[in-house]
């Protein structure tokens, strides 16, 4: 597969409009649900077959983007920050299984017993369209420690769910330990409120692989300053003086480069088209949550590197959301309001 040294336009193209295509998937089910795009990591089975959070994935026939490349389904792996677009579709078969578990799904990657999946009688599933995956850091490793290395100015950590691979030898897996000072690699991963990315999966690059440090995320512009090129985005000062770009407040863009002292320095900056008003499922971590008020924090949108605010209080909640520590499962309508985009919920699982 390609990885473009710039991993702006591969997460831009995952966001623009493409709820075309198919009514009916590939056995002739209809569409039964008004969701257009699902969001969150991906998980392999033992069978080879994919889901995000608790949603069965069907890639067959799908167009693929791999970081602003054409790709192809042999290009998805385990652990992939994804944007899917397609439907939702019924299936009635007896013994069909929604989703399947092996040692791969724990953690952060997924796994669960949502509604989306029954081991018998009606299940659902995603049948994909076109499916975007993106890198959230490249670069050379700066820093190494137990579990958690520097690349681009920025920390990930890696934790027992995360799946690490030597891609010269057929994406066999390795250990943290065998990460090195120095070495090239690509990390996909979901951006935390506290600014460090929590790997999904670390893929680690041939030595001598030319890779320019670079940090995306995707979110609205915010307190422009067109004079002194500098803009807020999300909880970073982006300095886009490298960069030449129009923008305006409120914006939505996808953003790259190197972190210095919590300031981007920005390399890319595109500003790019987002389907508010669309129905879709993102799966991610919460933070904030605000029982009083209904709402929480929702991180791993846009392959991982942004956040929604999720209004909850209308929605079907089947989990404790107050003690559950995995991923959660967040079906609602985007909208754009203010400087951050939001979901008003209606259902939530695990």
């Not at 652990?79 to 019924?90: D, Q, R």
């Not at 709402?295 to 909640?317: E, N, R």
Request: with cysteine.
């Amino acid at each position: 597969m390609k990885f473009l040294t710039t991993l702006s336009l591969g997460l831009a193209l995952g966001l623009l409009t493409a709820c075309g295509g198919r009514d009916d998937d590939h056995n002739g089910n209809t569409s039964t649900s008004a969701v257009k795009a699902i969001e969150g990591v991906l998980a392999e089975s033992s069978q080879g077959q994919f889901q995000i959070g608790d949603v069965p994935v069907n890639v067959a026939g799908a167009q693929v983007t791999i970081n602003g490349s054409p790709g192809s389904t042999n290009d998805l792996q385990h652990g992939m920050t994804a944007h899917a677009n397609g439907h939702i579709y019924s299936d009635d078969h007896s013994g069909n299984a929604g989703h399947h578990g092996d040692g791969h799904n724990s953690g952060h990657n997924g796994g669960g017993s949502g509604h989306h999946g029954n081991m018998g009688g009606t299940s659902e599933h995603f049948d994909v369209t076109h499916i975007t995956v993106s890198p959230i850091l490249a670069g050379h490793i700066e820093e190494i420690t137990n579990q958690t290395l520097a690349v681009a100015g920025v920390t990930a950590i890696a934790d027992a769910s995360t799946y690490i691979a030597r891609s010269q030898s057929g994406h066999t897996r390795i250990a943290f330990s065998a990460l090195q000072l120095g070495d090239p690699i690509i990390i996909f991963g979901v951006l935390q409120e506290d600014g460090t990315v929590l790997a999904t999966r670390i893929n680690l690059m041939p030595a001598g692989t030319a890779l320019t440090p670079s940090f995306t995320i995707q979110g609205l512009v915010s307190e422009l300053d067109t004079a002194a090129k500098v803009f807020q985005c999300g909880n970073y000062a982006v300095d886009y003086s490298s960069v030449t770009v129009s923008l305006r407040d409120g914006d939505p863009v996808v953003v790259s480069g190197v972190v210095a002292d919590g300031v981007i320095k920005a390399n890319a900056v595109s500003v790019v088209a987002v389907n508010a008003s669309d129905t879709v499922i993102v799966s991610g971590r919460i933070s904030g949550l605000d029982q009083d008020a209904r709402c929480f924090t929702l991180s791993g949108g846009h392959c991982g590197s942004m956040s929604y605010l999720v209004d909850y209080s209308s929605a079907t909640v089947d989990l404790d959301l107050a003690t559950h520590k995995g991923n959660v499962c967040v079906e609602g309508i985007i909208s754009k309001q203010g400087h951050s985009y939001r979901i008003k919920a209606a259902k939530v699982t695990k």
